[in-house]
């Protein structure tokens, strides 16, 4: 091979590479035209927005998709969904959010100290099956977690017992100190409680003075006995919610004029058959939830290609 088709080669791979990186930097729009798309450090997709006109906002379409972008104590934009904290939304259907940890505690005299209950009232959201667990936390602790389960009352539980610390071992929850259940899938509109076993903790008090449960994020929590007594400043805690379109399935919403999947996507029901989600085709990226979110990768790539090569034919050989 000469110098000139050497060079010609060397110029095809750093053409090829130039339009993998110009590629991969391509920054879709996940956003409505003129909409925000993010708060703090938190990207919102629509069909969630923090502004009217930027959130799905159909009544015909069982959701609710609004993002209240608002200020924490540090003085910092924070997503928010009802008195939640958002930290992730993403759009393969999950929403990350911190929950409210139930805290029961007793003074070394037995006397009970205000209980925490907390609820996660939103409908149209289910808490993920597969990201969650539900766990308990003490000496001398029971738990139950309530909600709906296809459109039923639903009640699941689990005890934890230990008489002395010694006997608490660190990264497991098998009922010594932490106890835990898988959640089923479909669940919504959950609250879940910490209670004594024996009453009041006097007989753990001096290592384990309260009771916890909580869901949390799988694989955001490993079990350590410093939690008997540190959970209590554990106000909340990580967790995975499932979210869909309306309460349809694909089917059904194909043929609406409402159907929001757009050009380039498919569609496809959740297991519980509770709303359906859009993804963009094999070839294509972006957000499916926009009229023209999904963008050929493939042809963007070319389109660079063709540049590239374009720009290389007019170098001068001397």
Not at 13 to 31: C, E, H, N, R, Y
Request: net charge negative; proline share 5%; with cysteine.
């Amino acid at each position: 091979m000469g110098f000139l088709g050497m060079l010609m080669q060397v110029i095809r791979v750093g053409v090829i590479l130039s339009a993998t990186m110009a590629a991969a930097a391509i920054a879709f729009p996940i956003a409505l035209p003129e909409c925000p798309d993010i708060c703090g450090k938190v990207k919102i997709p629509y069909p969630y927005g923090t502004t009217e006109g930027c959130y799905l906002n159909d009544t015909a379409i069982f959701g609710y998709y609004f993002i209240n972008c608002t200020t924490n104590t540090n003085g910092q934009p924070q997503p928010m969904i009802g008195n939640l904290n958002v930290t992730s939304i993403s759009m393969e259907g999950e929403i990350d959010i911190q929950i409210y940890n139930s805290i029961d505690c007793y003074e070394e005299s037995g006397r009970s100290l205000p209980k925490k209950t907390p609820t996660l009232n939103l409908p149209s959201f289910t808490v993920s099956a597969t990201k969650n667990k539900f766990v308990a936390v003490g000496c001398d602790t029971y738990a139950y977690l309530n909600g709906y389960l296809n459109d039923q009352p639903f009640t699941i539980g689990c005890l934890s017992y230990c008489q002395n610390i010694s006997n608490v071992v660190n990264g497991t929850c098998s009922g010594i100190g932490c106890c835990e259940i898988q959640i089923p899938e479909g669940l919504k509109n959950v609250d879940f409680t910490a209670y004594s076993f024996n009453g009041n903790h006097t007989k753990v008090w001096d290592f384990n003075p309260c009771s916890f449960a909580f869901i949390v994020q799988e694989d955001k929590f490993n079990f350590s006995s410093g939690y008997l007594t540190s959970l209590r400043n554990n106000l909340t805690l990580p967790m995975v919610l499932d979210w869909t379109i309306g309460n349809e399935t694909c089917k059904v919403a194909q043929n609406k004029a409402n159907y929001i999947c757009g050009a380039n996507t498919t569609c496809s029901d959740l297991n519980n058959g509770s709303g359906y989600r859009c993804k963009c085709k094999d070839g294509y990226e972006g957000n499916p939830y926009l009229e023209q979110g999904c963008q050929g990768i493939y042809s963007i790539y070319l389109q660079i290609y063709k540049t590239k090569i374009k720009e290389r034919n007019t170098i001068t050989i001397f």
